[in-house]
Structure formats: C-alpha cells, structure tokens
C-alpha cells in the first residue's frame, strides 16, 4: 500500500465511520440527559399542524440508532465495493481490487458524515424543544429545523467529499480493440445476447425495496399522506426495477441495440458511429458506483449489471458506452466488423 492509499484509506476511516459514529453518541449521551425533562408519551412525528404522533421518550433514539446502522453499511459497502479494478493488456481479465479507493468509496464516507450531522442535529431539536413541557401536544413546531437539518446535510457532505484525498480515475485499458470478423464477401455476422442483473444485485434490491414497501404500508396507520408516498415511491422503484434488470443486446450490420426487458429503456448505437469497440473488464462499483444505468466518473455511459466481461463502443464524437455481457470478445468482434465494412462503403 502506498502512502496515497494509506491517506485515503485513513481520511475515509475518520470522515466516513469514527467521526459520524462520535456524533451519533453524543447527541445520544445528551438525549438520554434530557429524557427526564421531557413529557411522557413525548411527540416523535410532526405534520402540517404541529405534533401528531406520540410515544415512549426513548423512541427519541431511534433515528440515531438508524443513523448508526446507515454508517456501519455504508463502511461496508465502501470497504468490500468500493475500489477501483485493476485491468492489464490482452484479453479483457478482471484482476483483484487495487488499493486505490473508487469515487463511490468516497462518496459514501462523505454521506456518512452528512447523515450523522442531521440526525444528530434534528434528534437534539426535537427532544430539546420539549425539555420542561407538561404535555407533548404543546410541543412547537420544528419545520424550520427540518430546513436546516436537510441544509446541513448537504453542507457536511460536500465538506466530508473534500476532506478526502482525490479518487484516481479508473484505467480504461483492458486490451486491444476487437479486429473484424474473417467474412466473406457479402456475408455478414449478428449476435445476440443479454445484460442481467447479478443475483447478489437482485436480491439486495429486492430485500431494499420489500422493506420500503412494507415501512410504507405500516406508516399509512400513523400518516396516511407519508405512508401512501412511500408506498407509491416503491411502486414506481420496482416497476424501474422490472424494467432495467434485464437488457436484450444485438450486434449486428445495424450496429449496436440495447432494449431494456419491458421495451424500454432503449439505446443504439448505428455502425457508422462507431470509431472502436473492444471487450473489457468491468466492476460497477468501483468504476460506475453500483449497478444499472450508470455515467462514470470518466464520462463513460454504461448498462452496467454485474461485474465481469462487456464491450466497450467508443464513438466517433467520442462518447463511450458500456454494456456488461456474455462472450465480450465475439460481440465486440461483430461491432467491428460492421464498421469495418461501413467505413470501407464510405
């Protein structure tokens, strides 16, 4: 490890876990100060006239124990995802995680610090607002404390992004361009294939979503508003789900077709558009942030569904668009060769 990655890795660990952590346990030391002051059962939900929900003081910690767990994932996901690939020349070969950490190990600590920050901040607003209160109905209202907690949250991250050294750009070199295929005269090549998503992928966005859903269903008893958004928003992020979890990719005189399962999303690259195409190794986390349709750091558009092999379509305006499939090398074989023959009818 060098002395660029020790700092990193060090910056991330203080930004990204023990700071937010240290914030969460004090704003709980001070909580558990306060709770006697406060009323019992003291408000812990807020609508448009003031406190409507009502409950036990010590459910006051409960989003400064989700606040902790967001921390403790986000370390994961940071630590075990989050780095950078390493690729060398010749076939396209994905070889262990480097030590460079990604743009989405980096991001994730910063978020960690935002997150920590709000809830810190909005948790001692609620529970300071009812020190010495009678009754929790008197408690007042807290609209302009959400303003500013959301404010903070946005502040500290881009506070926590720039604490941390730079993340290096990913390499883009993976082998050599694909040559075309050895056709006859008049013949031409199609191949056909797909883009799915990774069975770890599925179920950690299935398992995400399910519990979305279901906080949904069981806010609806207590805000019925909140708890029919949240259950729309699931909806709409699992039909997204249907929708782009699978891609139906074609290779052929054409060009390039990706057509998402339901029809849509769908992308095309024309053969005349395009200037090389070659097989890569891909890693959507450390090189896209995660999985789906994605923009690189780099400037790369990808449909990015698992880690492994996909072809790498560079454009003549110089656009660049990933695609993670099956048998890279035969696809990215059948693109050149219908460029190839393009440029030779130009």
């Not at 926590?160 to 730079?166: D, E, K």
């Not at 050895?182 to 799915?196: N, R, V």
């Not at 019925?224 to 005189?253: E, K, N, P, Y």
Request: with cysteine; aromatic share 6%.
């Amino acid at each position: 490890m060098t002395h660029d990655q020790r700092r990193a890795r060090t910056a991330a660990l203080w930004v990204g876990v023990i700071v937010p952590l240290a914030i969460l346990a004090l704003a709980a030391v001070v909580v558990l100060v306060w709770l006697p002051e406060v009323p019992n059962p003291s408000a812990i939900h807020w609508g448009t006239d003031g406190a409507d929900g009502f409950g036990p003081p010590w459910m006051n910690l409960g989003p400064l124990l989700i606040g902790a767990a967001l921390v403790i994932s986000f370390a994961v996901m940071g630590r075990f995802a989050g780095r950078l690939p390493q690729h060398q020349e010749g076939p396209a070969t994905l070889l262990p995680r480097s030590q460079d950490p990604s743009f989405t190990a980096r991001f994730l600590a910063a978020t960690s610090l935002g997150l920590a920050s709000m809830m810190g901040l909005l948790t001692l607003v609620i529970v300071g607002s009812q020190r010495g209160l009678e009754d929790a109905q008197d408690a007042p209202d807290i609209g302009v404390a959400v303003l500013i907690a959301f404010a903070v949250l946005v502040g500290v991250t881009a506070l926590g992004w720039f604490l941390q050294p730079a993340s290096p750009k990913p390499q883009l070199r993976s082998g050599p361009s694909a040559a075309p295929l050895p056709l006859a005269d008049g013949a031409s090549a199609a191949w056909f294939g797909s883009a799915t998503l990774s069975r770890s992928g599925i179920i950690t966005l299935g398992v995400l979503l399910f519990i979305t859903l279901a906080l949904g269903v069981g806010l609806v008893a207590v805000d019925a508003v909140a708890g029919w958004i949240l259950v729309a928003t699931a909806v709409v992020l699992i039909l997204l789900m249907l929708a782009t979890s699978v891609f139906h990719v074609r290779a052929d005189s054409a060009g390039l077709h990706v057509r998402g399962a339901l029809g849509w999303p769908r992308y095309e690259i024309p053969a005349a558009e395009i200037a090389s195409v070659r097989a890569v190794a891909v890693n959507p986390f450390g090189e896209f942030g995660g999985w789906g349709i994605r923009w690189g750091v780099d400037g790369r558009f990808g449909v990015v569904l698992r880690t492994g092999e996909g072809i790498e379509v560079t454009c003549k305006n110089g656009k660049i668009m990933v695609v993670t499939v099956d048998d890279a090398t035969t696809c990215a074989a059948v693109l050149s060769t219908a460029a190839s023959a393009r440029k030779d009818d130009a």
